[in-house]
C-alpha cells in the first residue's frame, strides 16, 4: 500500500485534513495525520518522524505553513510537499523567513500562559477567504490555542537538500506572502503555483489529493475521488527553481 502524511500548520489539527485525506484513502492510499501541538519545533518533528518511521513504505510528506519547518527535519519520506510552507536552511526559522503577514498578524490574540488565538472574524478572511461555506465556517471552528516559540525553531537538518520535493505557491495567500514562497520555492526540485488561498485542503480538497496521488503514480488503486465535481484552479508544473506561471 502507498502512503502519505499531512502535516498541519499552527493553529490547526489533523481534522482540518480530513476530506483530503478521505480522498486519499477511498484510492488506498495509508494516511498519517499526526497531532502537532507539542510544545516545541522539536517535539513536533519527533511525532512526524515517528508516524513515518511506523509506515510500511516510504511516504509522500507535506506539511502545510510552518508544517514546512516540520518536514524540513524528518527523514525516509519518498517526496516532499511544501504547501504554501517555510523551507529552512541551516540556522533559518518560519518567523526568521518572514512568519506570518500582517493580516495575519492582526488577528493573533495573546491568552493566558504566553499562547495565543486567532480572532475568528478575521482569520476566516485570511486563512479561508476563498474557501465556500460551510467548509470554511467549520474549519474556523477547528482552529485551537497556539503555544509559544514553535514558529522560532530551527530544523536540525534540511532533508530537502537530499529528496525530491514539490512547492505549492498558492497566489492568492494572504497569511504568507506569496513573493517569498516563490523564494522559498527555488529550494525544491519542482515548482507549483495555484491560484487558491492559504488553505487549499479545505476549499479544494480535490487539488491536494490530486497532487499527492499524482506524485505517487501508478501505486495506487484506480476509480473517482469522492466529490468529483470539485473543480480546481488550474495547475501547472514547473522546473526546478522556476517559477510556474498562472493560466
Known amino acids: 500500500m502507498t502512503a502519505a502524511v499531512l502535516v498541519h500548520g499552527l ?11 478521505e480522498r486519499l484513502r477511498v484510492r488506498g492510499v495509508d494516511v498519517a495525520v499526526p497531532e502537532l501541538h507539542r510544545g516545541s519545533l522539536r517535539a513536533d518533528t519527533a511525532a512526524v518522524q515517528a508516524a513515518v518511521d511506523e509506515l510500511p513504505e516510504p511516504p509522500v510528506l507535506l506539511g502545510h505553513s510552518y508544517g514546512g519547518s516540520v518536514i524540513t527535519g524528518v527523514g525516509g519520506a519518498r ?27 492582526a488577528a493573533i490574540v495573546p491568552v493566558a500562559g504566553g499562547s495565543t488565538v486567532l480572532h475568528t472574524g478575521r482569520a476566516a478572511d485570511v486563512l479561508y477567504g476563498d474557501c ?3 467548509a470554511a465556517s467549520r474549519a474556523v471552528g477547528l482552529l485551537r ?13 534540511q532533508s530537502w537538500k537530499g529528496a525530491a520535493s ?14 517569498l514562497q516563490r523564494e522559498l520555492a527555488a529550494r525544491c526540485t519542482g515548482v507549483r503555483e ?20 499524482e506524485l505517487l503514480g501508478a501505486d495506487v488503486r484506480g476509480g473517482p475521488c469522492p466529490g468529483e465535481g470539485d473543480v480546481p ?8 527553481g522556476g517559477r510556474a506561471t498562472r493560466p
Do not use: K, M, N
Request: proline letters at 11%; aromatic letters at 8%.
Open 11 to 21: 493553529y490547526h489539527q489533523p481534522e482540518h485534513f480530513a476530506a483530503v485525506a
Open 79 to 105: 517526496h516532499l510537499v511544501y504547501l504554501a510552507a517555510f523551507v529552512p536552511d541551516v540556522g533559518e526559522s518560519a518567523a526568521a523567513l518572514g512568519g506570518a503577514s500582517r493580516e495575519l498578524r
Open 132 to 134: 465556500p461555506d460551510p
Open 145 to 157: 490555542e497556539q503555544g509559544a516559540g514553535c514558529g522560532r525553531g530551527v530544523p536540525e537538518r
Open 166 to 179: 514539490t512547492y505549492v505557491v498558492c497566489a492568492q495567500d494572504r497569511a504568507v506572502d506569496p513573493a
Open 194 to 213: 495555484w491560484r487558491t488561498g492559504h488553505s487549499p485542503f479545505v476549499g479544494h480538497p480535490r487539488l491536494v489529493a490530486d497532487l499527492v496521488l
Open 233 to 240: 484552479p488550474p495547475v501547472r508544473p514547473d522546473g526546478r
